[in-house]
């Protein structure tokens, strides 16, 4: 008898044991919660910056600060003296809106450019952007960057910025011909 107490007080304590092993709380896996991820932006003109004709203007991609935002350079190909650019950019308001701009460094060269740059009325798919010379410089010419016109993405897609009502003005203030304008298509990817 004194085999089975022994026996039984052993069973017993295996068994407090083993429940008190099961009282253990659960360890709980920490789930981590994903950053919000930043999209991935590609623009691409609609034709090749080395290949385009004198007297044209087209977009390129350029550095940007902050997730989500982008900037495009507006670019002038070897222009004849002009003492002004007026044009419009159409887009998607629904995929990107328009933040800011940074002036150009073809005007800033030859004296104080006037800038002005805005949301056209209430289109928000519509910038109104207007470069000139205030009265009395002279006129720019060569090839350079206009101005820097920056975005932000607002949902993935593809967005087509096109330029539309372009003009490039010689000295006399006049509409200048044969000029070409290269706007381009955006992609905006999930990262």
Same mark, same amino acid.
């Not at 026996?7 to 295996?14: E, N």
């Given at each position: 008898?004194?085999?089975?107490?022994?026996?039984?007080?052993?069973?017993?304590?295996?068994?407090?044991?083993?429940?008190?092993?099961?009282?253990?709380?659960?360890?709980?896996?920490?789930?981590?919660?994903?950053?919000?991820?930043?999209?991935?932006?590609?623009?691409?003109?609609?034709?090749?910056?080395?290949?385009?004709?004198?007297?044209?203007?087209?977009?390129?991609?350029?550095?940007?600060?902050?997730?989500?935002?982008?900037?495009?350079?507006?670019?002038?190909?070897?222009?004849?003296?002009?003492?002004?650019?007026?044009?419009?950019?159409?887009?998607? *308001?629904?995929? &990107?809106?328009?933040?800011?701009?940074?002036?150009?460094? %073809?005007?800033? =060269? !030859?004296? #104080?450019? $006037?800038?002005?740059?805005?949301?056209?009325?209430?289109?928000?798919?519509?910038?109104?952007?207007?470069?000139?010379?205030?009265?009395?410089?002279?006129?720019?010419?060569?090839?350079?960057?206009?101005?820097?016109?920056?975005?932000?993405?607002?949902? *993935?897609?593809? &967005?087509?910025?096109?330029?539309?009502?372009?003009?490039? %003005?010689?000295? =006399? !203030?006049? #509409?200048? $011909?044969?000029?070409?304008?290269?706007?381009?298509?955006?992609?905006?990817?999930?990262?």
């Amino acid at each position: 008898m004194k085999f089975n107490i022994w026996s039984l007080l052993i069973i017993a304590i295996v068994l407090s044991v083993s429940s008190c092993e099961a009282k253990k709380e659960p360890v709980k896996k920490e789930v981590q919660k994903k950053a919000p991820a930043g999209y991935i932006i590609n623009f691409k003109p609609n034709d090749s910056p080395d290949l385009v004709p004198p007297k044209t203007l087209i977009l390129l991609q350029s550095p940007a600060d902050g997730q989500n935002f982008f900037c495009l350079d507006v670019i002038a190909k070897k222009v004849d003296l002009i003492s002004g650019v007026v044009f419009e950019l159409n887009f998607d *308001p629904a995929g &990107v809106s328009y933040q800011s701009y940074k002036p150009g460094v %073809l005007f800033e =060269q !030859k004296g #104080k450019p $006037v800038y002005q740059i805005g949301i056209k009325g209430d289109q928000k798919g519509n910038l109104a952007v207007r470069i000139s010379f205030e009265s009395g410089n002279g006129g720019a010419s060569g090839s350079g960057k206009l101005v820097t016109l920056c975005f932000k993405a607002l949902q *993935p897609g593809r &967005v087509g910025i096109l330029f539309e009502n372009g003009e490039l %003005l010689d000295l =006399q !203030k006049k #509409k200048m $011909v044969g000029v070409t304008w290269v706007g381009g298509l955006l992609w905006v990817l999930e990262a």
